[in-house]
């Protein structure tokens, strides 16, 4: 089944504390991104990468990196997470060389950081 | 930058028609989306108009102008299950690439 995977799907830390969200996708997809979704500002991008070892900032990219070393996988690290950056994280890819259409949105992964 | 608006809510009946506005500003546009969103879960993608006018699918339409900077999407013979936020996004230029920003969605209530 062509599908993209997050893990964890909720996660509860603590300040300073670092963590990895995991992304992967078995559709072979070029295109992958990174996204928070927070009440009243809607889908906001943090980081894409148009392929492997290409990646680059979206909108709000401060306390997050990513890194892109295989097609399949795109994680998603914060380093020293604050409590502004509770949120909803959603992972997507889509397969059209150099473009971001159709995209295919893993389940999410709440976050919280306390 | 970007600039993408729509409205934050809207009610309609089971079985009506419902259209959903969205405006945008922005360089390079090179594409407009819409995505559906049911509460707690992931957006699934609707419908990608690049050029002007109208695509249908199905129950669902959307249209675009590119000088207008306009697009919506219509949504007929509505259903419970369309109950959902509908994000509109908007795809630029970046280096040769496509970048997408979303708005921050139009939240609809069907009701019976």
């Known amino acids: 089944e062509a599908q993209v995977t997050q893990n964890p799907r909720y996660l509860i830390t603590v300040t300073g504390k670092k963590l990895t969200v995991t992304c992967s996708q078995n559709?072979?997809?070029?295109?992958m991104s990174w996204y928070r979704q927070d009440p009243g500002l809607g889908l906001r991008q943090i980081y894409y990468?148009?392929?492997?070892?290409?990646?680059d900032k979206g909108d709000v990219p401060e306390g997050y990196k990513v890194s892109r070393k295989e097609k399949r996988n795109f994680p998603l690290i914060l380093e020293s997470p604050s409590p502004n950056q509770t949120s909803l994280y959603f992972c997507?890819?889509?397969?059209?060389?150099?473009?971001?259409?159709?995209?295919?949105f893993g389940p999410g992964t709440r976050l919280t950081v306390l | 930058g970007q600039n993408i608006d729509q409205p934050t809510e809207m009610t309609a009946t089971e079985g009506a028609i419902v259209q959903i506005n969205c405006t945008y500003q922005t360089s390079g546009f090179n594409g407009l989306f819409w995505y559906q969103q049911h509460a707690g879960e992931a957006p699934t993608f609707l419908s990608y108009n690049v050029l002007d006018g109208l695509e249908e699918k199905g129950r669902f339409s959307s249209f675009l102008s590119r000088s207008k900077g306009y697009s919506y999407l219509l949504l007929k013979e509505l259903q419970m299950k369309d109950s959902a936020s509908y994000l509109c996004a908007v795809g630029m230029n970046s280096g040769g690439y496509q970048k997408v920003t979303f708005g921050t969605g139009t939240k609809l209530q069907v009701i019976p």
């Open positions: 990468s148009m392929n492997v070892e290409v990646t």
């Open positions: 997507a890819s889509s397969g059209r060389r150099g473009r971001a259409d159709t995209q295919y």
């Open positions: 559709m072979n997809h070029e295109y």
